[in-house]
């Protein structure tokens, strides 16, 4: 494959660098297939462009619009896959390995897509937690809220997964509202433009939302400011040294961090050979070693295996790698492509040098192995190397050292705390594995190691057949880990958004913050509603619009045929004699009673836009309700949800309303948000 | 007031300095009162003293356990709060400043006790968010949890808030279950350590839980590690320069940053003199520059007004401020007390002078003043200083610069739009606040500065007396912003521990993550219970034991006698040629009925440890139920939450179960968590 020179994307045109350009190779034959340079561009006015023009597009979409694009992004992508798959090859990967970030990738735009939808308000901003009482009399109140930065997302990738690496933060970004720069390691970044190119010419998203520099990221951190983010995934050197930039210094620029780790992986004491969960553990082992060649941030460097098992599971783990067949990706019988390019390869033979020196080898991938479909000369083939380390605590290389290629080193373990005293020595990992069916040791283990890592997976047999995996990051789980892997977070579903907005305390008067957070917040005014809400459509239901009912009196016949009705026969309701000692004067109505009685006071019985009852939230019964109790209900439409037409549906909306049922003492008895289905009037 | 040598705690001992001592002054009387230094302690061995010994006491209490330590802090410090106002006299607070910092900071305790038991469960951990699904059958899901750092909170504090500046931080490391090593400004840290002291007497606080460092800071930021925490409270260049430490790169450790910044408050169009609002704004500015002497990160530098209020706000702020008397805080008549130091005098007074080129000084606090009983010349003293910016676009410097004293700038705007430009243009800042009763501006202005700011207060009539004012953090509230502010976030209730926890992804299957998380997971086992869960008091119950009820088949009957009994006759459940359109096929049984029903089903009648049905949280009905369906039950015990005994209760406990209700096809029609009250067997 013959590949022109790489384009970058920036301020709205498709520019080449104009010198200093980077050759790209095949990683299996080590052939030229093109070239990339960013030289001559200005990186301060792809940030002012995206500042200027992709921000304000994004940022007045509502989460439900941003969600859509997504999935049109996802649906788009998805029919070009064929071409990414054969760019993949190119940089090494296997089919597998191409699985793992193209389709990988698109799957985040999914994930986020859905998110955004079902998780998120119909609005730009989002309201974040609770009310807060800040007064006695209720008139001061505070209320968070997050809003999207106004600056540009600066995404710096790794080679290692040219599309997921961009689309895992793209889809986050995209959902909260910020542009982006990319700008994927030079190395693969043909890839990722691939994927660039075709989202720029489906036109789906806003212009200037996204933006590809294929090559020297130069002076772009220079000109960040305080409203833009930096995110960085790589070796934690570099992620060290763009991180004390004095301009995201000077600026306090977000900076999120996400560096190779030397994760491990932990067998459990039961886990003998004859278990399944043994089985379950070579296999992660080996096959964390060897997709992607380990050039992954999560993959398994260091197995943490009891004592005793250290000679089986060394044995089992030789036999499997043994089999890895290597080679041209691209062939089906190849279960292990080259590494990224020579620097790689160079690289990881001398961190190999190095840990032997502590570690004895007992697979050196080094050595001669057969190459299929490729010359062993020309591509950047290694096999995979295992070492045995016996003496774990007596230093920190074998903890500190990585080797980013299809390296992994066993550690014996005496007791639950050496194997956690051995986890915990990576400094700081992204993800760490267990294989147990011991739930005491597993949870010994997660509590005495979970404060050093982003993820933690505990495998058994039970789960094994449908884990995605020790060395998969998923989109609804944050990814990222402290010390030594960066200190940072992504995704973790909607919590991955929060990075790219501001969180701002609001404090003023209840009806106020009401009218700006679109949601009716307690204490709020309640103005009676002209007409019965229950005849009003989705968009004619105005936030704090409120019913005030009629009132019913509580009798002794309504407690017994409830009793009746429910079968619900608790002595509190039904046995005068049983109250000595309870919270109970004399037999209370059912709860249960007290909310479906609210529900006959406020429901509005002719057919009209309400379609259902959907569901009730945070009921409490907050007063016992007596014989002889008259009981009203204040209903208040508190929030609405929009929600996609759908062809064979009404077109429809969620409406919360507040619903609070007080006694003829003015004491609140009750208080939910009840749940209705609504229907639109439509044009 | 004459002081001793003011000691440091580390390492579990009281020690002075060794040499380099600094001298502390009355900022009043100018008089030396003691003097303080950290020559020669270990910084290395203090932090090692915290992750060792106060660390392992900390994180393995539980968050009820830890609130509990709060209170009893709060009120033994209560109880020692004249000794703090003597102190504070000495750094130049009035009464009401003292407040502010003393009962303000005292009362950070209090809500960070009653949160950490009130929202937090009775665990040293906490799960977080809901359980994501991660596989199609079910097998396979995740969850986060949040798990205490190992390490230390060092806390780098500013001069102004010697007692606030410090409890704010404690409240929220100790309730996250870390311990810390505070560093207050050197020149006011005897009422610090004043406080510091009462705490380590007391006792309440695990050993090594807290140490203090009164003066230089040495080379403690060369010693922190990966699962340490660093905060800074003071100048943004200050805090610029620790956050780029060599060491805190290396390993990544947390920062969080609080600077001082330029914040605004914007007057609305709608707030002509005759307002109620037009007099808030002027007191509230004026308020804001006098208190504490306008040293406060919070205060208002900037006063944004429309253009043709210019006028009448600066004279009306000028009689305001006019009538300020300033002199020895200790006296009831004095409004204001001195600066903090001869230097931070300096300070303003060159700040002042810088402003003054691009902005008239209408009040200029420099010039001759009264001061009441204490000597001008020894003493820190100024008065109130007001300057106006005709053209507040034409330079930046009067939107950077800040001088940290009684003194702000008047700007004009002529649209919303210049306003919020205005407001922004302090490039990130703590808060900032508006004046309005008009919703729509109130909207507009929030939307449009949010990004920019960490906390936003809107002001009007109808909160103005019960408001805390522009420049109180709340602890139930974020306090931190983007930018010049420093890019931090500290309390905001339960959120701010999460600075001290590290949130980890678990993935397993739900059983065993169940196990770990003490809460019953959606798809793990739910085990029949050997007799009804109801029959059990609160300590007998075990997360997952599940009762599975008998049946029961849904007539007609059921419906029409619910309808008549709640009174509840809407069209769906009543009118049977009603239907065309709708949902339904056949008049639905009611969804208060089905889960009243539910109950019938799994209520256990007879007298026993369940007190109460206290609630009921996320009801959602799932299918609609025809006459002739048959339903029935799983009750599983979801999760427990200790409650606190008080005398004259029965001792209890909440316990949340899951309520699932099935019809004849396997399919669910309702799904709940029910909440009940259960007593506690006791010994």
Redesign the interface.
Known sequence: MQLETINNYVYGQWLPGSDKFAQLLDASSGEEIGQTSTHGLSFKDALEYARKTGNPGLRKLTFHERGRCLKSLALHLLKHKEKYYQLSYCTGATKVDGWVDIEGGIGNLFVYASKGRREMPDLP?YVD?KT?G????G??V?Q??C????GCAVHINAFNFPVWGMLEKLAVNFLAGVPAIVKPATLTSYLTQAVVKDIIDSKILPEGALQILCGSAGDLLGHV???DIVTFTGSASTG?ML??H?QI??????FN?E?DSLNCSILGPDATPDTAEFKIFIKEVAKEMTIKAGQKCTAIRRAIVPENLMEDVSQALKERLGKTTIGDPRRDDVRMGPLASKDQLHEVREKIEELSKYAELVMDGRADFEVIGASRDNGFFMAPTLLVCERPFENDIVHSVEAFGPVSTLFPYKTTQEAIDLANKG??SLVGSLVSAD?NF??DI??GT???????????E??A????GHGSP?P????GG??????G?EM??I?GIHHY?????????P???S??CERHLPGADRPESERHPFTKHFEEIKIGETLTTHK?TVTET?IV??AN????????H??ET?LE???FESRVA????V???A???F?????GPV???????????TKPVYVGATLGVKLTAKEKIDQEDREDE?PRGIVKWQVDVTDDEGENVAL?TILT?VAKKGE
Not at 476 to 479: A, E, G, R, T
Not at 482 to 487: K, M, T, V
Not at 502 to 508: C, S
Not at 612 to 620: I, P
């Open positions: 901003y937690g807060e800040l007064s006695k009399g008139s001061f505070g968070h809220i809003t999207p930065l106004a400011q305080s409203q060290q991180k004390a004095p210094m000077k600026e306090s620029v977000r961090m560096a400094g700081g739930k597993s949870k997660v509590l979970a404060n050093h890592h982003g993820r933690l997976l505990i495998l058994n039970r789960c057949k449908e884990s995605t998923m609804q789980l944050v990814h402290p010390g030594r892997a960066g200190g977070e973790g579903g919590r907005m501001q969180r701002t305390a609001l404090q003023g008067d009806t106020t913050l009218y700006i019913r309504d045929n409830f009705l429910s079968w619900d026969h608790f002595y509190a039904t046995d049983s000692g309870t919270l059912h709860g249960y009673f909310i479906s009685m529900a006959g006071l429901v509005h019985a002719a057919k379609l259902a009852n959907y569901g009730l939230d945070e009921l409490r019964f009404t939910a289905l």
